[in-house]
């Protein structure tokens, strides 16, 4: 996928990038002083490449990287999006996307930690790798054909989940998904230089290095677009809302696991656990 990054570094700084490396943001536009001011022009194809810039590039491997965005805007996540997912967890197939929210205290930078909560409030928590879809400009009521034109890019994403809190009652889903730290976002979100087919691409999930789960986004129940339409039909969607599209499956965590939500073409998020 030919594509440009936008990200910010660990002290703050909005960068803007290509697989050569990285520029300041202000050094390709000037009157832009975050990646949320940048999100409409990313979903416009005004964003630029760094060849525009006035400096040098910097080499990926010598930044450190924060949170894409200072603030993200309304988290949404969608649950068993994958009918095999939804088989494993002995649940019917949704009719709708089977979504819900998360608050903002729920993210942690790339890399986490994943603070699992006191075993005397869980003791089994899951993590999921996920597609993240980016919103980049204002819109409400959008048709699924027209959703490429609201959207800023694409990250990858791991959710977590106090299963057990879950399964004691499905009305503690909330609760369940929004302990701190339980969504890690990449440390980039990939703006598609083109149209891009998200179909044939894979989402898996990884404990110690090892695939617990992987699925192509083909097989969503929903896909992406099809998610935003939906539910910018039940609210107004603004740049930095994020959602995070489903899971292949959830594993198991504990502390001194590392977890990757490895999103083919687009990006891997990471992080250890501790408690």
Same mark, same amino acid.
């Given at each position: 996928?030919?594509?440009?990054?936008?990200?910010?570094?660990?002290?703050?700084?909005?960068?803007?990038?290509?697989?050569?490396?990285?520029?300041?943001?202000?050094?390709?536009?000037?009157?832009?002083?975050?990646?949320?001011?940048?999100?409409?022009?990313?979903?416009?194809?005004?964003?630029?490449?760094?060849?525009?810039?006035?400096? @040098?590039?910097?080499?990926?491997? @010598?930044?450190?990287?924060?949170?894409?965005?200072?603030?993200?805007g309304k988290l949404w996540g969608i649950g068993l999006n994958y009918a095999e997912h939804a088989g494993d967890l002995d649940e019917q197939r949704p009719?709708?996307?089977?979504?819900?929210?998360?608050?903002?205290?729920?993210?942690?930078?790339?890399?986490?930690?994943?603070?699992?909560?006191?075993?005397?409030?869980?003791?089994?928590?899951?993590a999921e790798a996920e597609l993240g879809v980016l919103v980049g400009r204002t819109c409400r009521d959008i048709e699924t054909a027209d959703v490429e034109?609201?959207?800023?890019?694409?990250?990858?994403?791991?959710?977590?989940?106090?299963?057990?809190?879950?399964?004691?009652?499905?009305?503690?889903?909330?609760?369940?998904?929004?302990?701190?730290?339980?969504l890690i976002p990449g440390p980039a979100i990939v703006v598609p230089e083109e149209s891009v087919e998200l179909s044939s691409l894979s989402v898996r999930?990884?404990?110690?290095?090892?695939?617990?789960?992987?699925?192509?986004?083909?097989?969503?129940?929903?896909?992406?677009?099809?998610?935003?339409?939906?539910?910018?039909?039940?609210?107004?969607?603004?740049?930095?809302?994020?959602?995070?599209?489903?899971?292949?499956?959830?594993?198991?965590?504990?502390?001194?696991?590392?977890?990757?939500?490895?999103?083919?073409?687009?990006?891997?998020?990471?992080?250890?656990?501790?408690?």
């Amino acid at each position: 996928m030919n594509a440009t990054y936008l990200a910010r570094t660990a002290t703050g700084e909005p960068i803007l990038g290509d697989e050569a490396g990285f520029v300041p943001l202000s050094s390709v536009h000037p009157g832009l002083g975050s990646v949320r001011a940048a999100l409409p022009k990313a979903a416009s194809g005004g964003l630029g490449s760094p060849d525009d810039a006035v400096a @040098d590039r910097v080499p990926r491997t @010598d930044l450190s990287f924060g949170p894409p965005l200072a603030e993200f805007g309304k988290l949404w996540g969608i649950g068993l999006n994958y009918a095999e997912h939804a088989g494993d967890l002995d649940e019917q197939r949704p009719d709708e996307p089977a979504s819900f929210m998360k608050p903002n205290t729920a993210l942690a930078g790339p890399g986490g930690p994943i603070r699992l909560p006191p075993t005397d409030r869980s003791q089994r928590v899951t993590a999921e790798a996920e597609l993240g879809v980016l919103v980049g400009r204002t819109c409400r009521d959008i048709e699924t054909a027209d959703v490429e034109d609201v959207v800023a890019g694409y990250l990858p994403v791991i959710d977590m989940t106090a299963e057990d809190v879950l399964q004691r009652n499905p009305r503690f889903l909330t609760r369940a998904k929004s302990f701190d730290t339980f969504l890690i976002p990449g440390p980039a979100i990939v703006v598609p230089e083109e149209s891009v087919e998200l179909s044939s691409l894979s989402v898996r999930t990884e404990v110690n290095g090892e695939t617990e789960a992987e699925n192509r986004i083909e097989n969503m129940l929903f896909p992406p677009a099809e998610i935003v339409a939906f539910h910018s039909g039940v609210m107004t969607l603004q740049p930095g809302d994020l959602f995070s599209t489903g899971t292949p499956g959830a594993a198991p965590i504990e502390p001194g696991d590392e977890v990757r939500a490895v999103v083919e073409s687009v990006g891997t998020a990471s992080a250890s656990v501790r408690r």
